[in-house]
Every structure is written in C-alpha cells, then in structure tokens.
C-alpha cells in the first residue's frame, strides 16, 4: 500500500489530507496521522517525493539511526545562503549539524538551558516583555484584535526569551525584526528559486545578531542574567568556543520563533473555543487557564508536526533499504501521549536532537497566553477560525484574513 491509498477522497468536510505536509494546516490531522501510524508507519509518498515516518516506533527507528543526519550530506549550509554571514552562522547550529561539531556543543547548551528557573524574578521580566510585545503589535498592526494577535504570536516569544535570558528592554524590537529577517532567509533558501533581497536581509541580519550576541556575552546584558553566567562560564570552559557559542545564542532565538508562536496561536484557538474559558465566569488574573491550555496544545496540537532527515549512507530503516541522498519526514504529531511508550507527546522530538528548549518555551507561551486573557479582548469570535500559516513544518493558527 501507498501512503496515498489513505486519502479518503469522499467525505468532504473530514477529508483526509492528500499527504504529511499538507496535514500541517488541515483543520484536524489528527485522524489522518493516527490510520498513518496504524495502517503504513514507513512507506514512500511519491506525491512528497520522500519516505514518511509515522508513530512512536517507527519514529525512534528514524531519529536515532546513525545514517540519518539532519543536513544533506556535504550541504550543512543551504548553497542560497553559503558564502555569507547567514550561511556561516547556520553551520555552526546544533541543529544543522551532526556528529562531533553537535556532540562539542549540544550536551553544554542543553545543561545552561537546564539553568534557566522559572522563579519570581523571571516572571516579572516575562510579564513585562508581554506587555511590550502587546503594546508594539498594537503599533505594528493597528487596533483590530485579529491583526494584532498574528503580529503578537511572534513578538512575544522573541520578547519573552530576551528578557529571560537578559537582553536589555532596549533591544527587544531590533532583536524581533532581525529574528525574523534570518528565519525569512532560512525559509527562502529552501526555495528553488530563492528572492535575493530576502537574503541579503538575513545576513545583514545574521551578522547583526552574532555581534548583539557577543556584546551580550561580553557585558550588555543585565546583571545577574542568565547571558552573564553562561559568558562566565564559557569563559572558565576551554573546550567552548567562543564563536560557535554566540551563534547558538543567536539559534536559541530563531528556534524559538515559529515554534513558540505555533504554541501561543494554537492555544488561543483552543481558548477561543472554549466556551467556558470565554464566558464571564472565568477569572482573567488565573495563570493556571494558560497553564493548562498550553500543555494541552502540546499534547494534542503539537506546533512542530514535522522534522526531516537525510540518508548519509545506505541503510535497511523499518524493513525498508534506503540509499544516500533519500529524505524521510519524521510526522512527530503522529507520536501523541496515548501512543508513546513514556507517555509524552513527542511534540519536543526525541533522541539525540531532542529540542532542549521544552521547559522556557512552555513558561514563555504560558505567559504570552496569559497576557491575551488579561488584555480583555472578546476571543469567541475568533472561535470558528481554521485558517494556518502556509508552512510544511509548523503548525500556527492564523487569526486575520
Ligand atoms: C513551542 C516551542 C518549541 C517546540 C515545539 C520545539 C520543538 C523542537 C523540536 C521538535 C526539535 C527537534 C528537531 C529535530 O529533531 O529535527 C527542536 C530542536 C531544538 N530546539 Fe526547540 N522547540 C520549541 C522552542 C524552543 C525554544 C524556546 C528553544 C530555546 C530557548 C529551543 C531550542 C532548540 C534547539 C537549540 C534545538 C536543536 C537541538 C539539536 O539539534 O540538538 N526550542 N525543537
């Protein structure tokens, strides 16, 4: 059987989506992922032109084989974007990178991460930067409340991070602007025929941002923060450097970008729809709503659905032999809490690339979202909304025509 033998042409309203990426922005995937997981958990999708994996095993199989990198072999960095200050930052991400140049950073950021508390000084920088974040969508984007949440689901994640890890007040809009300009150019260069502005955007952008991030490192950010502790310890740590260091910072951004506002967007759809939520019965100043809220978009609404790898060498993957240069889809929203051997969605991914960001990004879109419910706006009629961002990827609600 096909992966296309699964589309279920004939029911109009519920039908299934034609393929993997298409399901990103279906109204409900979530059926669709699941008869994938049971019925073809690896198989070709000529319509995708790439192997797609579906369902906690063959998931595992996927994300911890040794012949799939998360790059083309021998193209870290896009050809779009090579032989600039975007393409030199992207290849030294942990994300892009396999092997020793993933091994020499990866474990030291997740544990400086690890650091990053939720305690009461957090919050209130949190809380803050949400109130920024409101108060330029409003100036971006004007007063309709659609508009000013689909700049705000951005913004705020972006605010949120800088402020928790201690970027001062003062930077926090260049900072959004430029994270967009270089997560634009990431997008661009996956394109045949990349737009050469969007480019030269992003590494104007790129080389902006590792200079703040250097500066950060150095001494400008606040004192006491958590950029000032990583810079003293990186500095007492020979085998950190300093350069692949600044450009992880600036990764911790643009990973936080479309993710978080897929987090914070879906959850507002999810309180829009709640009827009880929205009605006058519920408190406003309750941070235990948005608490809620948010763990169950990452449990049944994941923002990141999907993930790729490539084949670096021959390989047999569930049964299946694959060669180099083949491209599997890793569906991670096919893996939800029922299905998983631990019991957790694998929203976050799992083996060696696992996102180290789970715990700050869940604080942050709890706060975002809590910020939308203290703000007042009449969410219900934003209730029957179904429209999404056009991506392949990420799932993130989108509220204006
Ligand atoms: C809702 C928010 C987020 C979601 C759903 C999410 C999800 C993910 C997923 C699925 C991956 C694995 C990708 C793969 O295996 O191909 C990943 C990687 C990563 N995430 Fe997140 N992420 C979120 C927010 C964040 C935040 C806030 C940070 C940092 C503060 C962060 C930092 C990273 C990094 C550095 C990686 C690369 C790890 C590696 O390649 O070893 N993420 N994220």
């Not at 083996?351 to 910020?371: D, K, L, Q």
Request: charged share 15%.
């Amino acid at each position: 059987m096909s992966v296309a033998t699964l589309v279920s042409p004939t029911q109009s309203h519920n039908r299934f989506p034609a393929n993997a990426t298409e399901a990103v922005t279906h109204p409900d995937p979530y059926p669709y992922y699941a008869s994938l997981a049971a019925r073809l958990p690896f198989g070709f999708d000529a319509s995708l032109g790439m192997w797609v994996a579906a369902g906690p095993e063959a998931l595992a199989e996927v994300l911890g084989h040794q012949a799939c990198g998360v790059r083309p072999a021998g193209a870290v960095v896009p050809a779009a974007l090579a032989d600039g200050p975007a393409g030199e930052w992207f290849g030294a991400l942990v994300r892009m990178n396999d092997g020793p140049a993933h091994a020499a950073m990866k474990p030291w950021l997740q544990a400086q991460l690890a650091t990053l508390h939720a305690d009461r000084d957090a919050l209130v920088r949190l809380h803050d930067a949400s109130q920024a974040a409101c108060a330029d969508a409003y100036l971006a984007r004007g007063d309709a409340p659609a508009a000013r949440l689909d700049d705000f689901v951005f913004r705020q994640p972006i605010y949120g991070l800088a402020a928790w890890l201690g970027v001062p007040a003062a930077q926090w809009t260049e900072v959004h602007e430029d994270v967009q300009r270089l997560v634009a150019a990431m997008a661009e260069a996956g394109k045949p025929s990349p737009r050469a502005d969007v480019l030269t955007h992003g590494h104007r952008a790129a080389t902006a941002m590792r200079l703040r991030a250097a500066r950060w490192l150095d001494n400008d950010a606040a004192p006491d923060t958590w950029l000032r502790e990583v810079a003293r310890r990186a500095a007492s740590n020979d085998s950190v450097d300093f350069d692949a260091l600044t450009a992880n910072v600036v990764g911790l951004f643009t990973q936080t970008h479309d993710a978080c506002a897929g987090l914070v967007a879906n959850s507002v759809r999810r309180l829009a729809r709640d009827a009880h939520v929205a009605s006058v019965a519920s408190d406003p100043a309750d941070l235990s709503v948005a608490i809620k809220t948010v763990s169950d978009v990452i449990r049944f609404d994941p923002p990141v659905q999907n993930t790729r790898r490539f084949l670096h060498a021959p390989a047999v993957i569930c049964e299946q032999a694959l060669a180099p240069g083949d491209v599997i889809l890793a569906v991670l929203a096919s893996a939800p809490p029922s299905a998983t051997p631990d019991g957790v969605a694998w929203t976050f991914g799992t083996g060696v690339h696992a996102c180290p960001g789970r715990s700050p990004a869940s604080t942050i879109a709890a706060i975002g979202v809590h910020a939308i419910r203290q703000a007042g706006d009449d969410l219900s009629s934003l209730a029957d909304g179904t429209a999404y961002h056009p991506l392949g990827n990420i799932r993130i609600a989108r509220f204006s025509a």
